[in-house]
């Protein structure tokens, strides 16, 4: 039996982090993961957008934090990440999108956002060659930007493999052994372990690894398709966001990255609810044609590469960070939505600093996104 | 224009228009159709871009359309050049840091991709993806065969030498690209097949579609039952210091210019690796009027048939075995090779090494199978064969029978009623028989009758002289029982008529017979220019490994055209006779190399993403310091990440990996996603409006406008 302080199950982009700030804390931190390597679950699926630009006030806080430490990683550790501070521009073409973004960012302001309406003229200077016609503005968050998930996820990796956090890939939870409320022993394909905290980092695989201690989670992956384009000169300087339907999607969004190729992807409308990753042919056609009638140059870049990756859900679009009543010993940080990359960072600190502490620490993002709230609604900009 | 105009075997394509067009605003010619790649060489320009990382001079490297390292401004979009035809007044640019997006800002309207479909999608037309489509199509199957060449044939389309084999079986004594055109021929008389050339394909998805580039316009999708992946196979890339400068090339590109294009791509080259690849590349140069300064290789033995290997060492061509290349050096492009010997390590010793001046060095280090698409749709479930290179590494005439195989494997499957012959079984099995036993052939003694020498003295696949004797007296020796064994002369009943020397794939027969006590006369095949030779000059007659033997008259000239061979026949001294093979074409001073070894010893600046640029040394540290044990790792380098999907390093990782002390076995192997080559975005939403789709085509793949959005 292997001993730590903390057992965290899932090297990905809420695991890595994590382990990182609990093994600077000091703390004995091991870390499984059955993917090869970090990052493989759906980290790698993440096309690298960061924003504090939420309509919830936790999800605000957490991703505030995210935005400093990421966009601090070179100047702190010398780990280039690729991060811009690109802003994030949710446009507006209708009547109804503007005044939804306009009452949020009362809300987006009080929590301290950086973040404000701007003009159809703005919104051209940031993206020259966007389409004007029935342009009416949008918010603009100048400090939200992206970064290569990648290289985050390698820097996570390495930063918390020398502060002393010990990785296991390859390696499967196969069952955890409860002993009055609390997990004794977690069992894997390569041995058992016992932690003072075992915390269910998994993602996708969440749902299933919480069923182990007969703990049912309202997480559900549903299948998201992204593609990456060839590199040009800078064109573009902010992540666009529409989330104005169509007939067959949901909103889109795409952003420049630091290396000059253009990033995307779609939701799909109805959701498509799989753990199936492999590429589809629909997913092209679907997203390029809203691109492009949003943004007609567009049509000049060449699609590279695309993929498919997973969003582990919940019912109102908000995470689950919980530390639930039924096992003492047992934290989840699950359900991030598809914006698991975002959060990370922040949460994992948020998160450590818990772990680390008197167990009292962030109690209003635990009191927010407990297991037991009643998933009503959805958060607007999900 | 550096163009081929005197060549002993290849056609002089039918005459296409030549055009105008602008190089970084500099007016040139080239001809219509041919690859833009093609048209800046033959106007002498190998430097075709700066790497957008650090200015890196780029030129060609696969000429394929595999790696992306040609690629130029095409019009203001970037483009690789080997795949895009020249058409008059195209603007092509040399990329500088970041091409500019082009601001057209009208509307668009995207249309949803046109859909085909059929039963059977043929993913490949060199000879194992024809030979498959026949076999299908043959059995009333609606085939789709997709190219990515505007010729289909494969390689066969490069090889404008006689193939090994037997001439019922495979066409063994025809050229390749003239057995390309025959296998067309054959697929083009079925109307339940069709084809898509000039088209490759981009994409499977695991709803059961393929999306095809087609003309490299169009993105359409394509719905089958079943997939034949005959998609061949590519150049490995190597590693040493200066693998990515202009001028260092695949052997594959080097006849993709010389033999299918006719441009004189360089001066003089050398050739890494000894395999029938490098050994052929070598012999195309030769006729091509190109020196050819060394071939080296790492191994103890040449790797290539030795009859092969004999038409270059009889030419002075050194062949430096347990060698390696250490060094390519020059200014911007390739001026000088360096090599040395190499220790039980693969070590080079460095005190052992020579350099040469060089304007090009040929890659021929061996092939990897295209076979990701095979890969995938195994993993997709989807019914899938695989045949030629895609499957193993073989000669194109094994290619052909393990077409054909895999094509009743796959109607077996589909529940046709069929069984395969095996007799086709163990053709394929000895057509790709490596060579086997060197057996040294005896002295022979001239007659006063024509008879047979042979030259060819070890164990390979082949017997054309056999069945073209029109007195059947050339037999094989029974050892082995098939067309491995060697020929020998059965009997008197010799004519001299000389088909023996024509149909031979190795040149290595002549035909001698004695005039008297001091004279005989030989026939000797000749694969050069021989419009040169007068009667009676006087020609340096070689034997088989290239000794000189004597200046001796030609008295009589005659081209077979069924060969497209030369028979040369000479009056020679009666005591050389049966040793004359050859006649000297390069002179042995080609070969010298410099007074004094000249190179930097830096194996970590290798470059082995070609399209990111990253380099040996980087990706070592980078495993080192996170370390890494899977592939997909890389990415944060962007190691794979380029335009070409880590096609081209990903077989080189492997030696990355160990050389960071990682055993390669136990590291985890990166993942294959679509698309696999760069499509526009306009392209896939040009609906059928795109292109002139299936221009290549007497297309009856029928036509739906299902639309791609579901």
């Known amino acids: ?382 | 224009m550096q163009r081929i105009s005197e060549h002993p075997v290849a056609d002089q394509r039918p005459a296409k228009p030549e055009v105008s067009f602008t190089f970084d605003g500099q007016s040139l010619r080239g001809l219509a159709g041919e690859a833009v790649s093609t048209a800046l060489f033959a106007n002498g320009i190998r430097t075709f871009s700066a790497h957008p990382k650090d200015d890196a001079p780029q030129g060609i490297f696969c000429a394929n359309g595999q790696c992306s390292q040609c690629s130029v401004l095409i019009d203001g979009v970037t483009r690789k050049s080997c795949v895009t035809p020249l058409a008059a007044g195209l603007d092509v640019r040399t990329i500088h840091g970041l091409p500019e997006l082009p601001a057209e800002d009208q509307a668009f309207t995207a249309q949803p991709p046109q859909s085909l479909s059929c039963e059977v999608l043929v993913i490949g037309g060199g000879p194992s993806g024809l030979a498959a489509a026949v076999e299908l199509a043959e059995r009333d199957f609606k085939v789709l065969l997709v190219d990515d060449k505007a010729e289909l044939g494969g390689k066969l389309v490069l090889q404008t030498h006689k193939f090994f084999g037997s001439e019922a079986d495979c066409y063994a004594g025809t050229r390749g690209y003239d057995i390309a055109k025959k296998l067309e021929a054959k697929l083009r008389a079925f109307p339940n097949a069709a084809i898509l050339a000039n088209s490759p394909v981009c994409g499977l998805y695991k709803d059961k579609k393929a999306a095809v580039y087609v003309d490299y316009a169009s993105y359409q999708l394509v719905d089958f039952e079943a997939i034949v992946v005959a998609s061949g196979a590519r150049e490995r890339s190597i590693l040493f210091k200066g693998n990515d400068l202009p001028g260092v090339y695949g052997a594959g590109a080097f006849q993709t210019l010389v033999n299918r294009d006719l441009v004189k791509a360089a001066q003089r080259v050398f050739v890494i690796g000894s395999g029938n690849v490098g050994l052929i590349g070598s012999y195309h140069a030769l006729q091509a009027g190109i020196a050819v300064v060394g071939i080296c290789e790492i191994l103890p033995k040449i790797n290539g048939y030795k009859v092969h290997a004999d038409k270059i060492i009889r030419m002075g061509v050194p062949v430096y075995l347990n060698t390696t290349v250490v060094a390519v050096e020059g200014n911007g492009k390739v001026e000088r090779v360096t090599i040395a010997e190499v220790d039980k390590n693969w070590q080079p010793l460095l005190d052992t090494a020579r350099s040469f001046e060089v304007d090009t060095v040929l890659v021929a280090a061996g092939l990897s199978p295209c076979d990701e698409f095979y890969k995938q749709a195994v993993k997709f479930g989807f019914t899938a064969v695989r045949a030629g290179d895609a499957e193993e590494i073989a000669e194109a005439s094994s290619a052909i029978f393990g077409g054909r195989i895999a094509a009743l494997s796959l109607a077996k499957v589909m529940g046709r009623n069929v069984s395969i012959d095996q007799a086709w079984l163990d053709k394929r099995e000895v057509l790709k028989s490596k060579p086997g036993a060197i057996i040294p052939r005896l002295p022979i003694q001239p007659s006063t009758s024509w008879q047979p020498i042979f030259f060819c003295d070890e164990e390979i696949p082949c017997n054309p002289c056999t069945t073209v004797c029109p007195t059947h007296s050339i037999k094989l020796k029974p050892k082995l029982g098939s067309i491995m064994d060697l020929p020998y002369f059965e009997g008197h009943d010799c004519r001299g008529c000389s088909a023996c020397v024509a149909a031979c794939p190795g040149l290595a027969v002549s035909l001698v017979r004695a005039l008297d006590e001091d004279f005989a006369e030989v026939q000797i095949p000749f694969e050069y220019p021989a419009d040169r030779f007068a009667i009676g000059d006087r020609l340096p007659l070689l034997d088989q490994y290239g000794q000189f033997l004597e200046d001796a008259p030609l008295v009589k000239k005659f081209h077979n055209k069924k060969y497209r061979t030369w028979i040369l026949t000479c009056k020679v001294s009666l005591n050389l006779a049966t040793r004359v093979i050859g006649v000297r074409i390069q002179q042995p001073t080609a070969t010298a190399p410099l007074a004094a070894a000249r190179f930097e010893y830096l194996p970590d600046e290798a470059i082995v993403c070609r399209c990111e640029r990253v380099s040996v040394g980087q990706i070592v540290r980078f495993i080192q310091e996170n370390a890494v044990t899977d592939v997909n790792q890389l990415k944060s380098l962007r190691v794979g990440m380029g335009a070409c999907g880590s096609k081209t390093c990903a077989v080189l990782l492997p030696q990355i990996f160990r050389k960071a002390g990682v055993d390669p076995a136990t590291v985890t192997a990166g993942t294959i996603r679509p698309l696999m080559l760069e499509v526009g975005l306009g392209e896939i939403l040009a609906g059928s409006g795109g292109a002139a789709a299936g221009t290549a085509t007497a297309a009856s793949a029928t036509t739906t406008s299902k639309g791609g959005l579901k």
């Not at chain 1, 995210?66 to 601090?72: A, E, F, K, N, P």
């Not at chain 1, 000059?260 to 997913?283: L, M």
């Open chain 1, 1 to 382: 039996m292997t001993s730590c302080d903390v057992l965290i199950l899932g090297a990905g982009s809420i695991g890595l982090p994590l382990a990182y700030y609990c093994a600077q804390a000091g703390l004995k931190t091991i870390v499984i993961e059955q993917e090869a390597s970090w990052g493989r679950g759906q980290n790698r699926a993440a096309i690298g957008g960061v924003r504090a630009t939420h309509s919830d006030p936790g999800k605000i806080k957490i991703c505030q934090e995210s935005i400093r430490i990421l966009s601090g990683l070179e100047r702190d550790h010398g780990l280039d990440v690729e991060w811009r501070s690109g802003g994030y521009l949710f446009v507006a073409y209708d009547e109804a999108r503007e005044s939804a973004f306009r009452q949020l960012l009362q809300t987006q302001k009080a929590a301290g956002l950086n973040i404000d309406w701007i003009s159809p003229e703005r919104v051209r200077q940031l993206s020259p060659g966007i389409r004007l016609d029935g342009l009416r503005g949008g918010t603009y968050s100048p400090e939200d930007g992206y970064c290569s998930p990648m290289m985050t996820s390698t820097a996570f990796h390495r930063l918390a493999w020398q502060a002393g956090a010990d990785f296991r890939f390859n390696e499967t939870v196969q069952a955890m052994r409860l002993d009055g409320g609390h997990i004794a022993s977690v069992q894997t394909t390569q041995g058992d372990y016992a932690a003072g905290r075992v915390v269910n980092a998994a993602g996708a695989s969440s749902a299933e690894l919480a069923s182990l201690v007969n703990l049912e989670i309202p997480v559900h992956p549903d299948a998201h398709e992204a593609g990456v384009t060839d590199p040009v000169a800078r064109f573009m300087e902010p992540m666009l966001v529409d989330i104005c339907p169509d007939e067959h999607s949901g909103n889109y969004y795409f952003y420049q990255a630091v290396t000059g190729q253009v990033v995307f992807c779609i939701t799909p409308k109805p959701q498509i609810w799989s753990v199936d990753t492999d590429n589809t042919s629909s997913f092209l056609p679907l997203v390029l044609k809203r691109m492009t009638a949003l943004y007609p140059r567009l049509r000049n870049l060449k699609v590279r590469r695309s993929w498919r990756g997973l969003y582990p859900m919940t019912p109102d679009g908000l995470p689950i960070i919980a530390e639930p009543q039924e096992i003492s010993n047992l934290v989840l940080a699950v359900g991030m939505c598809g914006q698991g990359f975002m959060l990370g960072p922040g949460l994992g600190k948020l998160l450590a600093e818990r772990l680390a502490g008197r167990g009292t620490e962030h109690q209003d993002l635990l009191d927010e996104f407990t297991l037991y709230r009643k998933f009503e609604g959805m958060e607007l900009l999900k």
